[in-house]
C-alpha cells in the first residue's frame, strides 16, 4: 500500500478501508476464510482481498480472532510471527 500512497494517497486510504471492512465479521464467521497452504494449521486462516492476502489467527478458546498479517499475494509465502 505504500506504493499506491505515493502516487494516490486517497486511493491507499480507500484500500486501506476495503482491507478492513474484509474483515469485520470475522467474529461472527471466524471460518470464513481457508488455512493457509503453506502452513496447514486449522487456526492460522487467510482471506483474499485483490492482490492482498489477510492472514489471521482463530482462538476457538478464548473466542478471538487476531489479525497476523496484510500481505500481498506477490510476495510469495507470507513471513509470520
Known amino acids: 500500500m505504500r506504493y499506491i500512497s505515493l502516487d494516490a494517497p486517497g486511493r491507499a486510504v480507500e484500500f486501506g478501508q476495503l482491507l478492513l471492512d474484509s474483515v469485520r465479521n470475522l467474529g461472527d464467521f471466524p471460518e470464513k476464510g481457508r488455512v493457509v497452504p503453506e502452513f496447514a494449521d486449522p ?3 487467510e482471506l483474499v482481498v485483490r492482490t492482498y492476502r489477510v492472514v489471521y489467527r482463530v482462538n476457538p478458546v478464548r ?10 499475494a506477490a510476495r510469495g509465502q507470507p513471513k509470520l510471527r
Open 63 to 72: 473466542q478471538q480472532i487476531e489479525i497476523v498479517r496484510f500481505w500481498h
Open 43 to 45: 487456526t492460522l486462516r
